[in-house]
C-alpha cells in the first residue's frame, strides 16, 4: 500500500465519522432524484447512508436485472439502493479497500434483503483497490453497469481504473459515475496534503486529461451528464488552492466498439416511445441530448449507437436507415463544467463528440 492509500484508508475509515465532518462541498450533491430512486435511497438503512461521501448521484435510469459494479462502495449506500433497484433478478457487487466501511456494509446485507423482500441478499462486498481491478475475483465482460461516487479522484493510477473498468463491463455496458475535476493540473506540493486528497481536491484530474484517458481506455466518446462548480468552505483551503477550479461531474462512458472518434451525420433521428421511469416524459442521455417522447430527434451516428445498442433500445424508433453519410453532425459542443452558475456555456469538452 503507497502512502496515498494509507491516506485515504485513515481519513475515510478513521477521521471521518460521517458526513457533518467534511471541509468542503466537493463529497455532497445536490441532485434531486427521481421519485423511485428517492424511495430506494430512503430505503437504505441510517447507518450506511450516514456514512455516504459521494459528489452527485451515480444512479441511471433502467436498472431492472441488471448486474452493477461499484467502485469504491464505502459502506455500501449506493449498492443498497441499487439492490432495491435492480430487483431479485439483478445483482450488484460493491469493491472498497477500506475495512471500517466494508465492516458497516457487510454488517447490514441481510436487513436489506429482507426490507426489499429477498430470499437472500443480492449484494457482495469485495475488498480491493481500484488500481488493482484485474486482481480480483471479478469476471471480465459480465457487467452491465459500473457506477463509482466521488472515489476515483482518489485513485494512484487512474487510467489503469479506467482501463479495468472497460474491461469488466459487457459489450453496450456503462460506466455512470461522478467525480471530481480541476481546471489544471494540481502541483505536487497540494497532492501530498491529507486532508485536501482526503477532500477529492488535490487528487482531481485536470478535466482535459480526462477525456484522453478515457478514450485511450477505449471509452471513445465521453458523456457530461450533469456538473456544477465546487464551493470550498473552509478558508485555510481556500487560501491553500488559491485560483484553482474545481467541479462535481456526472459522465457515463459507454462501451461500444462501433463509436467513431467524431459526430458524423448520417441523416438520422429518433424517437422516444416515453415511459422510462423517471424520465417518462424526456429521455437525458446527456447535458446535450435531452429527447423529448413523441418527437423526432435528430441525432449523430454515436448518439444513435448509444440510444439503440444498449439497454435503452426497447423506447426508441429510428428514422432513417444511415446509408448516406453527410459529414460532421452540426452543432456539437459541450457545456463549461466550471463556469458559475448560470453563465453561458461555451465548448468545453472533454475530448469525443456531444461532451
Known amino acids: 500500500m503507497n502512502q496515498i492509500q494509507d491516506i485515504v484508508k485513515t481519513y475515510y475509515g478513521e477521521t471521518l465519522s460521517g458526513t457533518k465532518d467534511l471541509k468542503t462541498d466537493a463529497c455532497t450533491t445536490a441532485d434531486r432524484p427521481a421519485p423511485h430512486v428517492s424511495a ?3 430505503a437504505v438503512h441510517d447507518e450506511v447512508a450516514g456514512r455516504y461521501y459521494g459528489c452527485g448521484l451515480a444512479i441511471p435510469a433502467v436498472l431492472e436485472g441488471l448486474k452493477v459494479l461499484d467502485l469504491g462502495c464505502g459502506a455500501g449506500r449506493d449498492v443498497f439502493a441499487l439492490a432495491k433497484l435492480v430487483g431479485p433478478t439483478g445483482h450488484v457487487t460493491g469493491v472498497d479497500m477500506t475495512d471500517a466501511q466494508l465492516d458497516v456494509a457487510r454488517a447490514h446485507e441481510a436487513w436489506h434483503a429482507e426490507k426489499f423482500g429477498y430470499a437472500k441478499p443480492n ?25 463509482s461516487n466521488c472515489v476515483i479522484n482518489l485513485c494512484t493510477d487512474k487510467p489503469e481504473v479506467f482501463r479495468q473498468a472497460h474491461r ?20 505536487a506540493e497540494l497532492a501530498a496534503d491529507p486532508v485536501l486528497y482526503g477532500e477529492c481536491l488535490s487528487g482531481a484530474l485536470y478535466w482535459s486529461d480526462f477525456g484522453r484517458i478515457v478514450k485511450d481506455a477505449g471509452f471513445i466518446d465521453p458523456r457530461t451528464v450533469d456538473h456544477r462548480r465546487l464551493g470550498i468552505v473552509d478558508p485555510a483551503l481556500k487560501d491553500k488552492l488559491g485560483p484553482i477550479r474545481f467541479a462535481s461531474v456526472t459522465a457515463r462512458l459507454i462501451k461500444l466498439a462501433s463509436l467513431e472518434t467524431a459526430c458524423e451525420d448520417y441523416g438520422q433521428a429518433v424517437i422516444y416511445k416515453g415511459g422510462i421511469p423517471g ?50 453532425f452540426p452543432g456539437c459542443a459541450a457545456p463549461d463544467v466550471f463556469a458559475e452558475s448560470g453563465v453561458a456555456a461555451a465548448p468545453a469538452s472533454p475530448g469525443g463528440c456531444c461532451g
Open 40 to 42: 430506494a435511497l430512503a
Open 279 to 328: 424520465m417518462e416524459q424526456v429521455f437525458t442521455l446527456d447535458a446535450e441530448h435531452a429527447i423529448e417522447a413523441g418527437r423526432v430527434f435528430p441525432v449523430c451516428g454515436n448518439t444513435l449507437a448509444m440510444l439503440k445498442e444498449t439497454r435503452f433500445s426497447p423506447w426508441f424508433d429510428v428514422v432513417g436507415d444511415g446509408a448516406t453519410h453527410y459529414g460532421l
Open 123 to 147: 449484494t457482495r462486498f469485495v475488498k480491493g483497490y481500484l488500481e488493482q481491478l484485474g486482481e480480483l475475483d471479478l469476471e471480465p465482460g459480465s457487467f452491465d453497469l459500473i457506477i
Open 168 to 187: 469488466l463491463l459487457k459489450p453496450g455496458g456503462e460506466l455512470y459515475f461522478s467525480d471530481v475535476y480541476a481546471d489544471r493540473r494540481i502541483p
